[in-house]
């Protein structure tokens, strides 16, 4: 039996520290998150995980950000569209705010090393969202994703961010007066990681992927094809059957991927911020 000193909350936190949600499916389909941690432990030869201290662990990590789970209130529906790569819970800041962005959260992304045209296609599409209502939901990458979270603050609207890594530092370090902006707006920044985490492409790919399964729709400003982050979002949204709208194509490489998906039609032509508004 389970230990009744651990919660479902701490040993979810313990879980995600070192496993991936698929790698634990099966068996939290069975067991209880305490459950399926304690056989971890047993199992483990290394004694890495019998070092660990779940209950610690979370009291610690708390004093800068929230650990919420699938049961709480405040946790976001469309998770659930993510089957067994569903997070085991979710690090966040202005956690109180997340029905209520999550409601109408629609992502603004693109390339990091955007063009010119890109960052004021992202500042025109964010801007027209904001105002519209909706969330603008995106990372605070450098080019097209911190264009959309800069356009929507100026237009008086809370944002909602994924970090690719943990809550007590920004990604890129250069954003963190604008990784505190949006929680001071009454946004809210989430991620898969516990903090002290660093960023990795595992870090990266996986963000892009809750970044797709949190909106209603994701708005593709431009693109590198297969390199990008935001090309592995556009991939989950249209997986999982989320709207996906972009720009029309240019001749620049950047935009490869953001015209193979116009190309190919899974992604929907929006000339203007005004047809994204409609077809939303």
Not at 215 to 239: K, Y
């Amino acid at each position: 039996m389970p230990s009744p000193a651990l919660s479902e909350r701490a040993a979810r936190a313990a879980l995600a520290a070192h496993f991936t949600p698929a790698q634990l499916a099966a068996d939290l389909s069975q067991f209880s998150a305490q459950e399926v941690w304690e056989q971890r432990v047993r199992r483990d030869t290394s004694r890495r995980l019998s070092e660990y201290k779940p209950t610690d662990e979370l009291a610690n990590a708390q004093l800068s950000c929230r650990f919420i789970i699938p049961s709480d209130e405040v946790w976001p529906a469309g998770l659930a569209d993510l089957g067994p790569d569903c997070p085991l819970g979710l690090w966040a800041r202005g956690h109180d705010q997340l029905p209520q962005l999550t409601a109408s959260a629609i992502a603004v992304t693109g390339n990091r090393n955007a063009t010119e045209q890109a960052v004021a296609r992202a500042q025109a599409f964010a801007t027209a969202v904001a105002e519209a209502g909706h969330t603008v939901t995106a990372t605070l990458a450098y080019g097209v994703d911190a264009a959309a979270h800069r356009a929507a603050a100026h237009a008086g609207q809370a944002t909602l961010a994924v970090l690719p890594r943990g809550l007590d530092r920004a990604h890129p370090h250069t954003h963190v007066q604008l990784l505190s902006s949006i929680s001071a707006t009454g946004g809210a920044v989430v991620s898969l990681y516990r903090p002290g985490t660093e960023t990795s492409g595992a870090t990266l790919r996986a963000s892009a992927t809750l970044l797709a399964a949190l909106a209603r729709a994701v708005i593709l400003i431009e693109a590198v094809d297969h390199a990008e982050t935001a090309m592995h979002t556009a991939e989950v949204a249209a997986r999982l059957k989320r709207p996906l709208l972009a720009p029309p194509a240019t001749e620049d490489v950047r935009a490869e991927g953001s015209n193979r998906l116009l190309a190919e039609q899974r992604a929907v032509l929006c000339p203007d911020p005004a047809r994204a508004l409609a077809l939303l």
